[in-house]
C-alpha cells in the first residue's frame, strides 16, 4: 500500500467490459523524506487506480496493489492491478503533521 495524490483521471472508450463504468485516477506515488521536519515528497512514479470511494484531483489516498488490489467488493472480479481503498485526511510522522486536509486552502 502507499499513498499518493490523484494527479488526473484516464478514460479509455474501448476496454474489457467488467471494467466498464469503472473510474480511473493517475495516482502519484509519495514517500517521506528524512528532513527535519519531514516532508512528503512525490517519488515520479504513477499507478492507474480503480477509484471505488469517489476521491477526486489533488487529494491524497490510500492505493493497494497486486492481488490485494482485487480483495474490494468492488474489484473482486475485475483484472485490475491497483485500486483507491482510502482517502487520507491526516499524515503524521512522530510528532510532525505532513499533511491535515482540514487545513487546505
Same mark, same amino acid.
Given at each position: 500500500?502507499?499513498? &499518493?495524490?490523484?494527479? &488526473?483521471?484516464?478514460?479509455?472508450?474501448?476496454?474489457?467490459?467488467?471494467?466498464?463504468?469503472?473510474?480511473?485516477?493517475?495516482?502519484?506515488?509519495?514517500?517521506?523524506?528524512?528532513?527535519?521536519?519531514?516532508?512528503?515528497?512525490?517519488?515520479?512514479?504513477?499507478?492507474?487506480?480503480?477509484?471505488?470511494?469517489?476521491?477526486?484531483? &489533488?487529494?491524497?489516498?490510500?492505493?493497494?496493489?497486486?492481488?490485494?488490489?482485487?480483495?474490494?467488493?468492488?474489484?473482486?472480479?475485475?483484472?485490475?492491478?491497483?485500486?483507491?481503498?482510502?482517502?487520507?485526511?491526516?499524515?503524521?510522522?512522530?510528532?510532525?503533521?505532513?499533511?491535515?486536509?482540514?487545513?487546505?486552502?
Amino acid at each position: 500500500m502507499f499513498i &499518493g495524490k490523484v494527479t &488526473g483521471s484516464v478514460v479509455a472508450t474501448q476496454k474489457v467490459r467488467s471494467v466498464d463504468g469503472k473510474k480511473l485516477l493517475m495516482v502519484e506515488a509519495y514517500n517521506v523524506t528524512t528532513d527535519t521536519p519531514p516532508k512528503l515528497k512525490a517519488t515520479g512514479r504513477v499507478a492507474i487506480a480503480v477509484d471505488v470511494l469517489g476521491a477526486g484531483e &489533488g487529494e491524497f489516498v490510500l492505493v493497494t496493489q497486486g492481488s490485494s488490489a482485487r480483495l474490494t467488493e468492488s474489484t473482486k472480479s475485475l483484472p485490475v492491478d491497483a485500486v483507491v481503498v482510502g482517502i487520507v485526511d491526516i499524515v503524521q510522522c512522530g510528532s510532525a503533521c505532513l499533511y491535515d486536509k482540514g487545513k487546505e486552502s
